[in-house]
């Protein structure tokens, strides 16, 4: 056998074919998925390469049709479907801008499209003119473009052997049917858990921030709700926290439970969040009669829960895609149009995700029967920030930190409406907790990695990410278990232990960061020393 000849061969006749625009097909939605590797499991990215690879066969057939000749169809498609891809990538490194030319605004957008369109009309009327086979062309990007594909595969394979790749969503077994509930019959008082990410404890907005929320501590204490003062976050991340709360233990721990080593695979993925979808807490509650009702909002990884009576889903997309592909579709020239007729912009989404959880939330108070937990996640004061301090609407997209404090008045105001229509409809009786999940994100001049990497950080900076907002209503007012530097691991732990008789010793109070994002998917966790907050 003549292996060099046979290879000869082979590159003769499959050379000249322009294959590179499949490879590239492969390549944008791979790549994406890369990007997230650590967010997202691998079945999700079918829809965006089902997409990309309908996109390109549309684009395909009509330049066939122009063009006649496969060459030039597929080097016209190749480059529509780069500029496609690529405008939302140019789009952040750029930043948003507006400049004004007479009444005409000219931003971020209109620039690109302009660009982009300079180039397909220039290689468009090239390609008609030309008399060039582009053969050479089609060599070296069937070389290139295959290059990157087996650069994207290598990744893929390395990432898969450093168990970063999840296939899909891990199915958990309900073990809350081993716990003996004893409520003796007595009446369950409705549970409301309302979060507010991102809500900043009183001492960082003072300190910080220059603002004194004292007026919402003293309404809340006004209705003999328990302030702690001094909780801090076990984890500052949404998904860790709350699904650590909601199972009553640290994430050490709920591997353990699933017998799941997180340095052998992706920990965010394969314990937190399966753990979360199917929650001790909600387990628990149901067992013992009540009904569950969950609203989320357009973040999918808090968004619905395996053991809810209802989830109430919001739902960015005309196009019923997830999280994952509707962020896909925004990184493409088409997120004008499509954010127009089809998916929300992060600014519209953020807006109708508050609306449609704050009105839920009412219906629930008012037509659901008793007993009832609701859990309810809100992305408020989180940016991107869509209202003022009366909780009018920005007229803008707003992104900085400008208008945080702002969002924090908001957060007060529609906090002081729920909890006047729960106790108005519950006649005072039933337990409400009102708490944040973490701290506000950091400056990239405070953590200039990301909102994980904490090595070499402030003390201040520790404080702004894991001192968060924590109040309790119990209704016999029995505060005796709560205490000041309460943390969210610890607050079902007291709950159930009081409404169902059962008996969960309270756990040490820890806050958990990271030097570095890999070593939370790896529960590579440090602990902060209490020395940072002392006397804050």
């Given at each position: 056998?003549?292996?060099?000849?046979?290879?000869?061969?082979?590159?003769?006749?499959?050379?000249?074919?322009?294959?590179?625009?499949?490879?590239?097909?492969?390549?944008?939605?791979?790549?994406?998925?890369?990007?997230?590797?650590?967010?997202?499991?691998?079945?999700?990215?079918?829809?965006?390469?089902?997409?990309?690879?309908?996109?390109?066969?549309?684009?395909?057939?009509?330049?066939?049709?122009?063009?006649?000749?496969?060459?030039?169809?597929?080097?016209?498609?190749?480059?529509?479907?780069?500029?496609?891809?690529?405008?939302?990538?140019?789009?952040?490194?750029?930043?948003?801008?507006?400049?004004?030319?007479?009444?005409?605004?000219?931003?971020?957008?209109?620039?690109?499209?302009?660009?982009?369109?300079?180039?397909?009309?220039?290689?468009?009327?090239?390609?008609?003119?030309?008399?060039?086979?582009?053969?050479?062309?089609t060599k070296l990007l069937n070389v290139v473009i295959g290059a990157v594909v087996l650069i994207n595969i290598y990744n893929l394979l390395i990432a898969a052997q450093q168990g970063r790749v999840s296939i899909n969503e891990t199915q958990l077994i309900n073990h809350s049917d081993e716990i003996i509930l004893n409520n003796d019959n007595q009446e369950l008082p409705d549970i409301y858990h309302l979060v507010f990410d991102k809500y900043a404890s009183n001492h960082v907005l003072i300190d910080q921030y220059s603002f004194d929320n004292s007026d919402i501590i003293n309404y809340l204490e006004n209705q003999n709700f328990y302030v702690a003062s001094d909780s801090k976050a076990n984890y500052p991340h949404t998904l860790y926290s709350l699904s650590t709360e909601l199972n009553m233990n640290y994430a050490d721990e709920l591997a353990k439970d699933l017998n799941t080593d997180p340095t052998e695979v992706n920990g965010e993925l394969n314990i937190i969040f399966p753990k979360f979808r199917d929650h001790l807490v909600g387990q628990l509650l149901t067992q013992a009669g009540y009904s569950y009702y969950h609203i989320g909002?357009?973040?999918?990884?808090?968004?619905?829960?395996?053991?809810?009576?209802?989830?109430?889903?919001?739902?960015?997309?005309?196009?019923?895609?997830?999280?994952?592909?509707?962020?896909?579709?925004?990184?493409?020239?088409?997120?004008?149009?499509?954010?127009?007729?089809?998916?929300?912009?992060?600014?519209?989404?953020?807006?109708?995700?508050?609306?449609?959880?704050?009105?839920?939330?009412?219906?629930?108070?008012?037509?659901?029967?008793?007993?009832?937990?609701?859990?309810?996640?809100?992305?408020?004061?989180?940016?991107?920030?869509?209202?003022?301090?009366?909780?009018?609407?920005?007229?803008?997209?707003?992104?900085?930190?400008?208008?945080?404090?702002?969002?924090?008045?908001?957060?007060?105001?529609?906090?002081?409406?729920?909890?006047?229509?729960?106790?108005?409809?519950?006649?005072?009786?039933?337990?409400?907790?009102?708490?944040?999940?973490?701290?506000?994100?950091?400056?990239?001049?405070?953590?200039?990695?990301?909102?994980?990497?904490?090595?070499?950080?402030?003390?201040?900076?520790?404080?702004?990410?894991?001192?968060?907002?924590?109040?309790?209503?119990?209704?016999?007012?029995?505060?005796?278990?709560?205490?000041?530097?309460?943390?969210?691991?610890?607050?079902?732990?007291?709950?159930?232990?009081?409404?169902?008789?059962?008996?969960?010793?309270?756990?040490?109070?820890?806050?958990?960061?990271?030097?570095?994002?890999?070593?939370?998917?790896?529960?590579?966790?440090?602990?902060?020393?209490?020395?940072?907050?002392?006397?804050?």
């Open positions: 056998m003549n292996l060099p000849k046979i290879i000869n061969n082979f590159w003769l006749k499959y050379s000249l074919a322009p294959f590179y625009l499949l490879l590239v097909t492969l390549v944008i939605p791979l790549n994406f998925y890369l990007t997230n590797v650590n967010e997202a499991y691998f079945t999700v990215t079918f829809a965006s390469l089902l997409l990309t690879a309908l996109y390109m066969c549309v684009i395909y057939l009509i330049l066939r049709i122009i063009f006649r000749n496969d060459h030039k169809s597929t080097l016209m498609s190749f480059i529509v479907i780069l500029i496609t891809f690529s405008h939302g990538h140019f789009k952040n490194i750029i930043g948003d801008f507006t400049i004004l030319i007479g009444s005409l605004h000219f931003g971020v957008d209109k620039m690109l499209f302009t660009i982009w369109g300079l180039i397909l009309v220039g290689s468009f009327v090239f390609l008609l003119v030309t008399k060039s086979k582009l053969i050479f062309v909002n357009w973040f999918y990884p808090t968004q619905t829960s395996n053991n809810a009576t209802e989830n109430f889903i919001f739902n960015s997309t005309k196009l019923n895609f997830n999280e994952y592909t509707n962020k896909f579709l925004q990184t493409t020239m088409l997120e004008p149009i499509l954010s127009k007729y089809f998916i929300l912009s992060e600014y519209d989404q953020q807006y109708e995700a508050l609306v449609y959880g704050l009105d839920e939330l009412e219906s629930v108070i008012n037509s659901k029967a008793s007993p009832k937990f609701v859990f309810a996640h809100y992305l408020l004061p989180h940016a991107p920030y869509v209202y003022d301090k009366k909780c009018e609407r920005i007229s803008s997209y707003i992104k900085g930190y400008v208008y945080y404090l702002d969002a924090i008045q908001c957060a007060n105001l529609k906090i002081q409406e729920v909890v006047d229509l729960i106790m108005a409809k519950s006649d005072r009786k039933a337990i409400i907790i009102i708490q944040s999940d973490e701290g506000p994100n950091a400056t990239r001049q405070e953590m200039p990695g990301d909102d994980y990497t904490f090595k070499g950080v402030t003390e201040d900076t520790i404080r702004k990410r894991t001192e968060i907002q924590y109040a309790m209503y119990l209704p016999d007012q029995d505060y005796t278990k709560l205490y000041q530097t309460i943390t969210p691991v610890n607050t079902y732990r007291i709950i159930l232990n009081k409404v169902l008789n059962l008996n969960y010793p309270l756990l040490e109070d820890q806050t958990l960061i990271t030097d570095k994002t890999n070593d939370m998917f790896e529960f590579n966790f440090i602990k902060v020393d209490p020395s940072v907050y002392q006397d804050k």
